[in-house]
């Protein structure tokens, strides 16, 4: 057995992703909140909680499908599972897609396309104390991200 590529990967995600976008009868429409538009539902990251995977999400989601800003118990969730990759910098399996989610936020603060990441604001100082946990040495670039993200992020 072969292993996927990571682009074999990302086409699954966006596949799946797009079709429950476009589906006409809403059988596979995953993430639809009222009043919200469509969301992706953080418990994906839960559910599929490979690191490579969780990448191809954040990478594939669109418009407002990461937009947890005004959803208290979906971004208090994802906060968590973003707390746990961040905190988890250095292991390999847990904190792998640490960077993947911090880009993802720094996209979101400044409003950048795709998977561009929002947490209500009440989260974030879970991601500020996280980012204790980074050595600046060690993982400079995501110590950089985590740096610009809470320095625009307005706390």
């Given at each position: 057995?072969?292993?996927?590529?990571?682009?074999?990967?990302?086409f699954t995600?966006s596949?799946?992703?797009?079709?429950?976008?476009h589906?006409?009868?809403?059988?596979?429409?995953?993430?639809?909140?009222?009043?919200?538009g469509?969301?992706l539902?953080p418990a994906n990251?839960?559910?599929f909680?490979?690191?490579?995977?969780?990448?191809?999400?954040?990478?594939?989601?669109?418009?407002t499908e990461?937009?947890?800003d005004?959803?208290?118990?979906?971004?208090?969730h994802?906060?968590a599972?973003?707390?746990?990759a961040?905190?988890?910098?250095?292991?390999?399996?847990?904190?792998?897609?640490a960077?993947e989610?911090v880009?993802?936020l720094?996209?979101?603060?400044e409003?950048?396309?795709?998977?561009?990441?929002?947490l209500?604001t009440?989260?974030?100082?879970?991601?500020?104390?996280?980012?204790?946990?980074?050595?600046?040495?060690k993982?400079?670039?995501?110590h950089?991200?985590?740096?610009?993200y809470?320095?625009?992020?307005?706390?």
């Open positions: 057995m072969t292993t996927a590529t990571h682009a074999e990967v990302y995600i596949s799946v992703l797009h079709r429950a976008r589906s006409k009868d809403a059988k596979f429409s995953l993430f639809e909140q009222p009043g919200f469509h969301v539902s990251v839960d559910r909680n490979d690191p490579v995977i969780q990448a191809a999400i954040l990478r594939a989601a669109r418009g990461l937009h947890f005004n959803l208290e118990q979906q971004s208090r994802m906060a599972a973003i707390e746990t961040v905190r988890s910098w250095s292991d390999e399996e847990r904190g792998a897609s960077l989610y880009l993802s720094v996209r979101g603060v409003k950048i396309g795709a998977g561009a990441l929002r209500h009440d989260d974030i100082p879970t991601i500020e104390r996280a980012a204790k946990a980074v050595d600046a040495e993982a400079p670039l995501l950089a991200a985590l740096s610009h809470l320095a625009h992020s307005g706390t």
